[in-house]
T-cell receptor
């Protein structure tokens, strides 16, 4: 089964609102990464949070990590129509140094 | 300034007819990956190369093969495509020397249709 599971599966909000997506994982990790995928395109790396970090910011993105609960959240503030995409969390598989395992993804739609 | 290039962007093949997808990179990264992504699903790793060292995922069908003739290029060969192989195929690269904080750079993908 996948290392990461995300919820919600789909999220629809109005432009200007905040969007929060959650990710849960099963095994211990060194870090957790978030990627964005526009429809029909490749994935783009957004942000990486290490296991010893609790929160990280990058522009309008805020990521939190709770290793005790094996969960992470991605917050996009002041959303824009251009933020419409699928968002995936990803972790390195247990015992692997290079193989990322992706969560199931959240499809975010930002309505103008 | 494209960094990971995939050709073609769209590929149509017939059931059972071999097809090759290509990926090239200008990043000089050590690691190249091939993922399969079906509609509304997460990317699934098929295999990866660290330099010339090939690493196959345990559940990757034998129908899928890969070649990496040099640092810049990597190919995905599907020997006998079935209808279930219709998907987006994503190529990605990473430096490989920043583990465990390595991030991956993805190409735009090749959408494969099997008729």
């Amino acid at each position: 089964s996948q290392q990461g599971e995300e919820d919600p599966q789909a999220l629809s909000i109005q432009e200007g609102e905040n969007a929060t997506m959650n990710c849960s994982y099963k095994t211990s990790i060194n870090n957790l990464q978030w990627y964005r995928q526009n429809s029909g395109r490749g994935l783009v790396h957004l942000i990486l949070i290490r296991s010893n970090e609790r929160e990280k910011h990058s522009g309008r993105l805020r990521v939190t990590l709770d290793t005790s609960k094996k969960s992470s959240s991605l917050l996009i503030t002041a959303s824009r129509a251009a933020d419409t995409a699928s968002y995936f969390c990803a972790t390195f598989s247990s015992g692997s140094a290079r193989q990322l395992t992706f969560g199931s993804g959240t499809q975010l739609t930002v309505l103008p | 300034d494209a960094m990971v290039i995939q050709n073609p962007r769209y590929q149509v093949t017939q059931f059972g007819k071999p097809v090759t997808l290509s990926c090239s990179q200008t990043l000089n990264h050590n690691v190249m990956y091939w993922y399969q992504q079906k509609s509304s699903q997460a990317p699934k790793l098929l295999f990866h190369y660290y330099d010339k060292d090939f690493n196959n995922e345990a559940d990757t069908p034998d129908n899928f093969q890969s070649r990496r003739p040099n640092t810049s290029f990597c190919f995905l060969d599907i020997r006998s495509p079935g209808l279930g192989d219709a998907a987006m195929y994503l190529c990605a690269t990473s430096r490989g020397d920043m583990v465990p904080t390595d991030t991956q750079y993805f190409g735009p993908g090749t959408r494969l249709t099997v008729l």
